[in-house]
């Protein structure tokens, strides 16, 4: 009996030593910021917390979103799937004023094939807070959700606590009121900025963390969504550059969400975190405004082009990552997801409901094999696409495809696909291929 104690008392002590190991987490999420709005692509944004961490860990150069929007980006994010498996082509739609919806699926008026999107994530899908938390980890969420009113929100998604959750996809200001209704946020003073209050508790949350179990912190900012509202102080920085109006308002956002990074990161090394903290920072899609010197954007008809589908992407994994390295092996944000469970469990995520892979062998120089990128999205005439390593294939309902070589010609100014036919043939019958194994009901109201 004295021996079975002992034995347990033991394993009790090794599995606390092993979850006081475990690193914590930080996943940076921004909304809108385009691949170029970071300073170290484009030094016109001030944005030197961000530039710091791209200096310490490993950016990705070719991170992709696979469909990019709001909705459908943070659902593949959360659960390591292609969100068109998910039923999710589009954005959610708020069918009242409150932001709630009783129909389970919206249809976008301009969508040439009229294909449902979900209204809602639902709560059978497994998210990367449902798997930390059985992994030990305390899961703090804050910020912009968009993956359906209250009974979806996050605090039913793994979340053990949730600020600043609102039902709708943007704020209707940075400064009160933040939301026309449902303001989660209405006790805050009318002077201070919404990226701010974020972040306020956020520092909080660090400081005063006192739990023995590691913690993830999912840091999802309504920045850089429009109303292009920046903060006062910073204004004037922009407009001191010569840039005009919503340009200098859109900089200053930039900046403070940079900042939020930066105090954040302070936050961290100031309670004796920051050498056992992973920190992954990315963006929901590309710019609204130019991504020069990419083409596409936010929206626009070219969502799927380089400027729409790539984003911002840097990990930092202190004692794992080796500073200031780029990767140039292209990559989706549904590989978070296996990501995450690999660092928090020490053990190879094998889950096969993912479509997403870990990261991890690239940050430590391992093999890691070439795979297709699968993109789908269903608000106009452009609709799918492939990235197969340099190779990139778009196609349109009319019959419109092109080929780019993305590597070479990230602009996509050329269009190979009347050039490289054998490439273009092959990419064509591998995406066909997949949608009629990815995209769900499709014989109810698509036609490929």
């Known amino acids: 009996m004295i021996k079975q104690v002992i034995i347990a008392f033991i394993l009790l002590a090794s599995l606390h030593v092993a979850a006081k190991d475990k690193p914590n987490v930080v996943v940076f999420f921004v909304d809108d910021l385009g ?6 692509i484009n030094p016109e944004f001030e944005t030197p917390n961000i530039d710091q961490l791209k200096q310490e860990g ?7 979103i696979t469909t990019p929007t709001c909705s459908p980006s943070r659902a593949s994010l959360l659960t390591g799937k292609e969100s068109i498996r998910l039923e999710m082509p589009r954005h959610i739609t708020e069918e009242d004023k409150f932001g709630r919806n009783s129909k389970k699926y919206n249809y976008w008026k301009n969508d040439p094939v009229q294909m449902p999107s979900i209204n809602w994530l639902p709560l059978e899908e497994v998210t990367y807070a449902e798997r930390l938390k059985e992994l030990g980890y305390y899961n703090l969420f804050i910020g912009k959700w968009h ?23 943007h704020p209707k200001g940075y400064y009160q009121p933040f939301f026309k209704e449902n303001n989660p946020l209405e006790d805050i003073p009318d002077d201070q900025y919404l990226t701010d209050v974020l972040t306020d508790k956020a520092e ?12 993830s912190l999912t840091m999802w900012h309504y920045g850089v969504h429009g109303p292009q509202v920046g903060r006062k102080d910073l204004i004037a920085q922009y407009k001191a550059k010569g840039w005009e109006d919503r340009y200098a308002e859109y900089g200053a956002m930039v900046t403070a969400v940079d900042e939020s990074l930066g105090r954040i990161r302070k936050a961290l090394e100031e309670k004796g975190l920051a ?38 992407f840097v990990l930092y994994y202190p004692g794992v990552t080796k500073a200031n390295t780029t990767c140039e092996t292209p990559i989706q944000t549904l590989d978070v997801y296996p990501t995450l469970v690999e660092i928090a469990s020490g053990k190879k ?21 070439e795979r297709n990128l699968y993109f789908f999205r269903s608000y106009e005439d452009q609709y799918a696409a492939i990235i197969s390593g340099d190779w990139k294939l778009i196609k349109y309902h ?6 780019y070589n993305v590597k070479e010609d990230k602009g996509e100014v050329n269009n190979l696909i009347f050039v490289k036919t054998a490439i273009a043939k092959n990419l064509a019958k591998e995406l066909s291929a997949w949608e009629q194994e990815a995209v769900p009901n499709k014989e109810s109201y698509y036609t490929n």
């Open 58 to 64: 490993v950016n990705f150069e070719r991170a992709y």
């Open 147 to 169: 993956l359906g009113h209250e009974p979806y929100h996050p605090i039913h998604q793994g979340f053990d606590e949730q600020y600043g959750t609102s039902n709708f996809g």
């Open 349 to 369: 995520c094998a889950e096969k409901q993912i479509q997403g892979k870990s990261l991890l062998p690239l940050l430590k120089g391992e093999e890691f094999k």
């Open 35 to 40: 691949w170029a709005d970071v300073g170290y």
């Open 204 to 215: 909080d949350f660090i400081k005063n963390y006192d739990k023995k179990q590691p913690f």
């Open 275 to 312: 050498d056992n903290t992973v920190i992954l920072f990315t963006s929901d899609q590309g710019g609204y405004f130019t991504n020069f010197p990419l083409r596409g954007k936010k929206n626009g008809g070219n969502t799927l082009g380089e400027g729409g589908a790539r984003v911002p």
């Open 398 to 403: 009319s019959g419109l495809l092109q080929l």
